[in-house]
């Protein structure tokens, strides 16, 4: 899929999934389960052990998945991951030498941000969209904030998005979200609960749809 493509399908379903996980067992049945509740977009950090791997087998047996990699730090992890089959690279914090890797693969570049400074450098730089962590200490209004002076700016928050709060983050001028343990809990994941993660997931989407 075509940066554009992967572009416009996260921003159409508007959460993306972010698993964080002790080890990568079951990551691909919590995928299906995730896409049984209508989410498609997952972003796997690299605080996953074997998370490199794991995206290499994801990417083959899920091709219908937009697979990305998080927590990425240097431009190498950057460009191992895309050789893995990444379609976008997320980054905790503003990192130049990674936008400048996923622009020279054409891979979408989410990269981490907090106060509209880091916001507007890492635009410049060329990221794709700007990931606003951690949003829930912040919540929905500072998104409004950072929207107001920096409108051609696509936000992403993530922390603390919730079902009950998604559609307020996506009303305040977010362009998509990012979810974690409100969506895949380490708890689910580890006793393999696909039905909850699925359960969440719906809740999401409905969340999502109502809000547009």
Not at 5 to 32: F, S, T
Not at 86 to 98: D, G, I, S
Not at 115 to 125: D, F, G, R, V
Not at 197 to 203: C, R
């Amino acid at each position: 899929m075509k940066k554009d493509a992967v572009l416009a399908k996260i921003k159409a379903e508007k959460v993306v999934a972010l698993i964080r996980a002790d080890n990568p067992d079951g990551l691909l049945d919590c995928a299906r389960a995730m896409a049984a509740g209508g989410l498609t977009s997952i972003e796997l950090t690299m605080t996953t052990p074997g998370a490199i791997r794991m995206l290499e087998k994801a990417t083959v047996e899920l091709p219908d998945f937009i697979f990305g990699l998080g927590t990425v730090l240097d431009a190498e992890t950057a460009r191992l991951g895309i050789l893995a089959g990444a379609q976008f690279v997320v980054t905790p914090a503003l990192r130049p030498e990674v936008i400048t890797m996923c622009r020279r693969y054409s891979i979408p570049i989410f990269c981490g941000a907090l106060t509209p400074t880091e916001a507007l450098n890492a635009w410049e730089a060329g990221a794709d969209a700007v990931k606003i962590f951690p949003a829930e200490f912040f919540g929905p209004s500072y998104i409004k904030s950072l929207k107001a002076p920096l409108p051609h700016i696509d936000f992403v928050p993530t922390g603390g998005v919730t079902p009950e709060n998604v559609g307020e983050f996506l009303k305040a001028g977010a362009t998509a979200t990012a979810a974690g343990s409100s969506l895949v809990d380490a708890k689910s994941l580890k006793e393999k609960n696909w039905a909850a993660i699925t359960a969440k997931a719906q809740a999401f989407a409905k969340a999502v749809a109502a809000a547009k």
